[in-house]
T-cell receptor, first 114, second 112 residues
Framework: GESVGLHLPTLSVQEGDNSIINCAYS??????FIWYKQESGKGPQFIID?????DKRQGQRVTVLLNKTVKHLSLQIAATQPGDSAVYFC?????????????FGTGTRLTIIP | NAGVTQTPKFRVLKTGQSMTLLCAQD?????MYWYRQDPGMGLRLIHY???????AKGEVPDGYNVSRLKKQNFLLGLESAAPSQTSVYFC???????????FGPGTRLTVL
């Protein structure tokens, strides 16, 4: 999975299967986490967020899981489609701060195999 | 709504030249941001603004200046471009200080 400062990992998944993208965050004080999706040639697009007082949050076809004990965040995409092919970034920020302190990971490239 | 737009989409500069990147948003957002994206490094915040007439430094502000004369516009200036400023630049805006940011399509800048 991705982490701040590591090389861009890749994940290939068969169309229709579920995808799990992992993110190891660095600061145990972080209390807000966001997943962004970036398609080729486009800007990042917000997918889902979660606060540290939650372990799980679900959206449309996506679920974010937060494990504060091991500082791990994951994004699960159900029944992946070709349009899910993109780079996925996790981002974290700290208590009493907003987007100006958002730290982005390096991203994971998800490729959907038809 | 057009969302967040950026001009230009591409630009090639020679070392020492100057240029301004324009960001515009039509969502009446208070907060606006400029990021750069380099391979293997994720997005890094250059400057941001919490409202019209205000700007603040982000993580990597050196070599850049910004202005927010109108709420809907956020300009990023390079006074004397350097090859290290070759990057893809993204503008973003948000309604509040935290939460979802809306990103523009990016400007690919090459400094020779």
């Amino acid at each position: 999975g991705e982490s701040v400062g590591l090389h861009l990992p890749t994940l290939s998944v068969q169309e229709g299967d579920n995808s799990i993208i992992n993110c190891a965050y660095s600061n145990s004080a972080s209390d807000y986490f966001i997943w962004y999706k970036q398609e080729s040639g486009k800007g990042p697009q917000f997918i889902i967020d979660i606060r540290s007082n939650m372990d799980k949050r679900q959206g449309q076809r996506v679920t974010v899981l937060l494990n504060k004990t091991v500082k791990h965040l994951s994004l699960q995409i159900a029944a992946t489609q070709p349009g899910d092919s993109a780079v996925y970034f996790c981002a974290e920020t700290f208590p009493n701060f907003g987007n100006e302190k958002l730290t982005f990971g390096t991203g994971t490239r998800l490729t959907i195999i038809p | 709504n057009a969302g967040v737009t950026q001009t230009p989409k591409f630009r090639v500069l020679k070392t020492g030249q100057s240029m301004t990147l324009l960001c515009a948003q039509d969502m009446n957002h208070e907060y606006m941001y400029w990021y750069r994206q380099d391979p293997g490094m994720g997005l890094r915040l250059i400057h941001y603004s919490v409202g019209e007439g205000t700007t603040a430094k982000g993580e990597v502000p050196d070599g850049y200046n910004v202005s927010r004369l109108k709420k809907q516009n956020f300009l990023l200036g390079l006074e004397s471009a350097a090859p290290s400023q070759t990057s893809v630049y993204f503008c973003a805006s948000s309604y509040g200080s935290s939460g979802e940011q809306f990103f523009g399509p990016g400007t690919r800048l090459t400094v020779l």
